[in-house]
């Protein structure tokens, strides 16, 4: 990196840390809230993306009101206990996930790392573009221009020109994801049923826990837990320039975030549940489908609302997923790889950014490819992927050279390997309904 | 582990050279990069590594599951 690269992203973080300590010094505790939240509510939001959008989807309208309200909440809760570790690991080592993995554990088991970083990067932003092509369908949009418009967001990161101003406008847009809220309410949903689910997690899936229902189970712990989270929020906390007094704010941004996430998720599933309570078949519809079919129960307002819903978590998540990408590519090129540095001093840092969404987007043009089948086949393959990485966030979260006095403490490790056991036995449970015809729970 | 005490003041910071307050605004960030820089391989145990490996194999195995899944699922 060259040294003048370095000066600019420092000179552009030392301004954002001058306003940090002027508002800590005079103890303006909204404003200092203000600055230092985003990573977490970034990182929350964006895994609220288009094929998680269709995954809650296809949950309430095959499932209903019941069962899975509760559990999306539980999955949101080990989302927050996975990302507060790379929290304290972004605002101690003040580098990011890759290039921790790489320098602690060696090439070899870095590479694996990044493959599995990259393989579900890949595949998930192929489905951000579904859902962005969907959703801009919606609205009569054709698809190429669906998918330039996609990249052009991704694009942004080019002309903001700093880590501060892209973080905003993203995080603007992110808080669209709550557009849910109002389709749901104008899905009229019987309250008290919404409310006696969450209490007693009744009623359970009328069909059990065989195959389909456990790939719907499995489709929603990927919506909420996968390995870009990591990596994306540890860089961005890094990028941000957050110190070791910023990690409670840090814990902070992220609670509000797993918030945020949960009420736009559960708000999704309370939607289309008027589909499973008016008996439509819905195992096979696509993003689009779904809010023409749900047009007589929310009307034109709120299938519009969720189209747009669908394609803003297209978006967001693009944009994230992208900077996840080059983020881990810069840190184990060790490459300028920051949102500080202009596009002329870290060019393969935005080249990555870009060329890994416009690859994506470039698929989904490819005529008569079978996308829609996949999508949610992509949720269920992260979170088959996440053990290992659970396994490096927790090995570096006891690291005591790298963690000093915030390596993770009995509690905060016993709930770090529970989140890891109960992903990986949700994937056996899987393995065991796909390869034994008729296992059921 | 870096030392975590750096005392920087926004105040202080007002009053020094554009040079130097970058210097003291990032004080604990160059701390904390020269430590990154010293870290060396973390020695992992057998059982560790055992267990990594277990993770790795439980990824393929899965990748191949996920595999029949859909072959299923098309036929």
Redesign the interface.
């Given at each position: 990196m060259s040294t003048r690269v370095v000066k600019e992203e420092?000179?552009s973080?030392?301004q954002d840390?001058?306003q940090v300590?002027?508002a800590?010094?005079h103890r303006q505790r909204w404003r200092l809230i203000w600055l230092l939240v985003g990573p977490g509510i970034l990182v929350m939001l964006g895994e609220n993306d288009a094929p998680s959008m269709l995954s809650y989807s296809a949950t309430g309208a095959q499932f209903g009101i019941g069962f899975f309200l509760p559990f999306v909440l539980l999955t949101f809760a080990m989302a927050f206990v996975a990302q507060e570790i790379t929290v304290r690991l972004g605002a101690?080592?003040?580098?990011g996930h890759a290039?921790?993995i790489y320098?602690?554990?060696?090439r070899f088991?870095g590479n694996?790392a990044m493959s599995?970083l990259l393989f579900t990067n890949l595949l998930t932003l192929v489905t951000e573009f579904v859902g962005i092509v969907a959703g801009a369908g919606f609205f009569g949009i054709p698809k190429s221009i669906a998918v330039l418009g996609g990249v052009g967001m991704v694009s942004l990161a080019l002309v903001a020109g700093r880590y501060w101003v892209w973080e905003r406008v993203t995080l603007i847009l992110a808080l669209t994801n709550l557009v849910f809220v109002p389709v749901a309410i104008l899905s009229h949903p019987l309250w008290g049923q919404v409310t006696s689910s969450f209490l007693t997690w009744h009623p359970f899936p009328v069909q059990g826990f065989g195959?389909h229902t456990l790939?719907i189970l499995l489709a929603d712990i990927g919506a909420t837990i996968t390995p870009w989270m990591l990596f994306f929020q540890q860089g961005a906390v890094s990028d941000k320039?957050l110190?070791?007094k910023d990690v409670a704010h840090g814990r902070l941004d992220t609670a509000i975030g797993a918030v945020l996430a949960t009420m736009g998720a559960a708000a999704c599933i309370v939607a289309t549940s008027a589909l499973f309570t008016h008996h439509m078949n819905a195992s096979q519809f696509n993003a689009a489908e779904f809010a023409q079919a749900l047009t007589p129960y929310v009307g034109h307002l709120g299938s519009a609302l969720f189209a747009f819903g669908i394609l803003e978590a297209g978006l967001v998540a693009a944009t994230t997923i992208s900077t996840s990408s080059a983020y881990a590519f810069g840190e184990v090129t060790r490459r300028a790889h920051s949102l500080n540095a202009p596009a002329k001093k870290a060019p393969s840092f935005y080249l990555v950014l870009i060329l890994v969404a416009a690859s994506a987007g470039a698929v989904v043009l490819l005529p008569g490819f079978p996308l829609e089948a996949?999508v949610i086949?992509v949720n269920?393959?992260a979170v088959?992927?996440m053990?290992?990485a659970i396994?490096f966030l927790l090995?570096l979260a006891n690291?005591?050279?790298?963690?000093?006095?915030f390596r993770s403490g009995r509690w905060l490790n016993t709930l770090g390997i529970s989140v890891g056991m109960f992903v990986?036995l949700a994937?056996i449970i899987?393995?065991l309904t796909?390869?034994i015809p008729g296992f059921h729970l | 582990m870096m030392n975590s005490d750096v005392k920087v003041s926004a105040d202080s910071i007002g009053t020094t050279s554009h040079d130097a307050w970058i210097e003291q605004a990032l004080a604990e960030h160059r701390q904390s990069q020269l430590h990154v820089e010293q870290l060396g391989r973390l020695p992992l145990s057998l059982s560790l590594k055992g267990l990594m490996w277990l993770l790795r194999l439980y990824v393929l195995f899965m990748i191949a599951v996920v595999a029949v899944n859909v072959f299923q699922q098309v036929h």
């Open positions: 420092r000179a973080r030392a840390r001058l300590l002027q800590r010094s101690v080592s003040k580098t290039d921790l320098r602690r554990f060696g088991w694996f599995d195959s790939v320039g110190t070791l996949v086949m269920v393959i088959l992927t053990p290992p396994g090995i690291d005591g050279e790298v963690m000093g006095r990986s994937g899987y393995a796909v390869i | -």
